[in-house]
């Protein structure tokens, strides 16, 4: 079957809210779970680490906040997005490799107001967005599985993502990039395909790596003969990333970084192995091997083609991915959190009554 759709009911407002609500609850665990350890403090998310360049001016800012030993984790570098979200005030200099980390955007210029916030409204912002994101998240995946046919139990590739749960607790551009490209393939399947190329570059720019949704999405509607509207999805979401790269190549430096993080095939996955030391390194390390080999279960069972297509991109970076990624499983399980909801996605299509199956 090919996954072709034809009119498509208009999604239920009451569903979706609901929906959210329950991803809301979800996120607001993982977010306590996380801060009663420090009595409520806010700034924990941030993880903002004791040998941090960026350290002295988030304490300036927000007052004492717990440390994390090292340099710390990407919520500060959220954070200094949001304070200066064009860099123009020399901090992406603060950053690791501050040009990779300016290039997750979108994230930040909203929970900042495009530098217009107070730095604890931007701290409230950081966290009141990942948990939106969170929620919009679940709505949205729970509509695409009732457009494609799929369970509904299909939303525990949200609620059970571990990689969306860890960014709420660390300020993290993913579950919002989450959001904005499952809208697009809610989006993309009901054929508007103008708010759909809109949704991808949003997501794009939220984080960058979720340019594979829409060349996924590209190939689906190509080979579903539709060919003008796979170019336009192609291609129109790179141009504000490519922008913006532009601009941090002239401002900042070095706009598209890599951070090392490619390798062979699996040549990274391998040599990570002796990379996880640790119970909770390892344990995370295994959800996103798991959903890597739940993922290429979905793309040779499945006979729906836009599953296949989103899920295909994002098999080949996870495949391609160097020790850098593999070899932190806190890294890997955030990276590769689309392989786990695209997998959950496919399994809900799959057991469906064929009669049922679109």
């Known amino acids: 079957m090919t996954g072709s759709v034809g009119t498509l009911p208009r999604p239920s407002l009451r569903r979706l809210a609901g929906w959210f609500f329950v ?3 979800v996120a607001g665990f993982a977010l306590w779970s996380q801060l009663r350890t420090v009595d409520g403090e806010l700034a924990f998310v941030l993880r903002v680490g004791n040998e941090s360049a960026a350290r002295p001016l988030i304490e300036e800012e927000l ?19 949001a304070r200066d979200p064009f860099g123009l005030n020399d901090l992406p200099d603060l950053a690791d490799d501050g040009a990779y980390r300016y290039r997750r955007a979108l994230y930040g210029w909203l929970a900042g107001g495009f530098g217009l916030f107070s730095p604890r409204a931007v701290l409230v912002g950081l966290v009141a967005w990942t948990v939106i994101g969170f929620g919009a998240a679940t ?51 009901r054929r508007r395909t103008g708010w759909a190329v809109l949704a991808l ?5 939220t984080k960058d790596a979720y340019l594979l949704f829409a060349i996924g999405m ?64 390892l344990v995370q390390a295994l959800v996103a091997l798991a959903a890597l080999v739940g993922a290429l279960i979905v793309v040779v069972s499945t006979r729906y083609r836009l599953i296949a297509w989103l899920t295909i991109p994002w098999v080949v970076v996870a495949a391609a991915s160097s020790v850098v990624v593999w070899g932190d499983g806190n890294n890997a399980v955030r990276a590769f959190a689309p392989l786990w909801l695209l997998a959950w996605l496919g ?5 469906q009554p064929r009669s049922a199956q679109v």
């Open 347 to 351: 399994a809900g299509w799959w057991v």
């Open 139 to 189: 709505a949205v995946t729970a509509d695409v599985a009732s457009l494609l046919g799929a369970r509904s139990w299909a939303v525990l590739g949200v609620l059970g993502n571990l990689g969306l749960w860890l960014s709420v607790q660390l300020a993290t551009a993913d579950a919002l990039a989450m959001a904005l490209a499952m809208l697009a393939v809610s989006l993309a399947l």
């Open 63 to 81: 007052g004492p906040i717990p440390l994390t030993e090292g340099l710390g984790h990407d919520g500060q570098y959220s954070y200094l997005i």
């Open 201 to 205: 570059a949003a997501a794009t720019l």
């Open 23 to 25: 991803g809301v609850l």
């Open 218 to 281: 590209a190939g689906w509607m190509f080979f579903e003969d539709r060919r003008r509207p796979a170019i336009a999805v192609a291609l129109v979401p790179a141009l504000p990333l490519a922008l913006w790269i532009g601009w941090l190549s002239w401002q900042v430096g070095d706009g598209l970084s890599a951070k090392d993080n490619f390798s062979w095939p699996l040549v990274g996955l391998v040599e990570s192995f002796s990379e996880w030391e640790s119970a909770g390194d």
